[in-house]
């Protein structure tokens, strides 16, 4: 049976640590940046798209993702 030393161990662990680490950066920067002073801008920017995409499907006289 083979021994591991620390160092085996240490190797092991590192690469799901540093992924954890990113992941939750990542998560966290997700949630600090959700609303803010941007967000009307955003709402509105997403509001308009969705208004072009009923308009397009209508006019093509097919119903809209939302019409049905």
């Keep these: 049976m ?3 030393d620390a160092m085996d161990y240490v190797s092991a662990i590192v ?3 540093v992924m ?3 992941f939750i950066g ?3 920067t ?3 940046h959700q ?3 941007n967000k009307a801008k955003e709402d509105a920017a997403v509001d308009a798209a ?4 009923a308009e397009a499907a209508r006019r093509a006289g097919r119903p ?3 019409d049905q």
């Design 50 to 53: 969705f208004a072009a995409q």
């Design 15 to 17: 690469p799901p640590l």
């Design 20 to 22: 954890a680490v990113f």
């Design 64 to 66: 809209a993702a939302g």
């Design 2 to 4: 083979a021994t591991l």
């Design 35 to 37: 609303g803010g002073a």
């Design 30 to 32: 997700i949630i600090k």
């Design 26 to 28: 990542l998560v966290v």
